[in-house]
């Protein structure tokens, strides 16, 4: 980031009778990660996402884990999209579209991004229902689609070959790190990408 630059960053507490959630995220940042959610595979995997997308990213979550993941999974998900909705403000001087294809062993994954305030989840992605620690891998769906609709995304995601779920999964998070880094890097011109003029 050059001097003077505005610093892009969001930060949400969120506090339900289910979750009690503080996040900050910086978009300008070196893949620091310090994120506690009480569920180690979320954990992994966002920060995963945090170095591969070079941002700054800092989480401490409570949740109802004796229920079971799921609610501090979505959770976390909400307040990360609406952390990347703040951090982006009127979304200008951004390229606005990002892709990534990242490879995990035998696994190879597409994510692709628009930034478009129209928010919609493809999730082309068939796993088996299986717990990962205490993960189970239909919360990976859930997160997305969480994220997608608070941080105003269009989100595909493709699985296009793999086995292990583990690894399928760190595949996504790893090239959703990266379509969101590419999608949010500065370009010329101020205003929002769109012929409309806004998004």
């Known amino acids: 980031m050059t001097t003077g630059q505005q610093v892009r960053s969001g930060e949400i507490n969120r506090k339900t009778t289910e979750t009690d959630i503080s996040l900050k995220l910086g978009l300008d940042g070196t893949g620091y990660a310090a994120i506690k959610s009480g569920v180690g595979f979320l954990d992994h995997m966002l920060t995963l996402f945090t170095v591969h997308g070079s941002f700054d990213l800092d989480i ?34 951004i390229n606005r579209y ?20 129209r928010p919609y989840l493809h999730y082309g992605v068939q796993l088996e229902d299986q717990k990962i620690g205490t993960f189970d891998t239909a919360l990976a769906k859930e997160f997305l689609r969480a994220l997608a609709l608070h941080g105003g995304l269009t ?20 090239a959703l790190g990266r379509a969101l880094n590419e999608a949010t890097t500065g370009r010329h011109g101020a205003s929002a990408l769109s012929s409309k003029g806004s998004l």
Do not use: W
Request: proline share 1%; charged share 20%.
């Open 60 to 93: 401490a979550a409570h949740g109802d884990l004796e229920v079971d993941d799921h609610h501090t999974v979505e959770d976390v998900g909400i307040c990360l999209g609406q952390a990347l909705a703040g951090a982006l403000g009127d979304k200008g001087g």
């Open 98 to 117: 990002g892709s990534s294809y990242v490879p995990m062993d035998e696994t190879l994954a597409r994510v692709v991004v628009d930034i478009s305030n």
């Open 155 to 174: 989100l595909h995601v493709d699985l296009l070959h793999g086995e292990n779920a583990h690894h399928i999964i760190e595949a996504v998070f790893k």
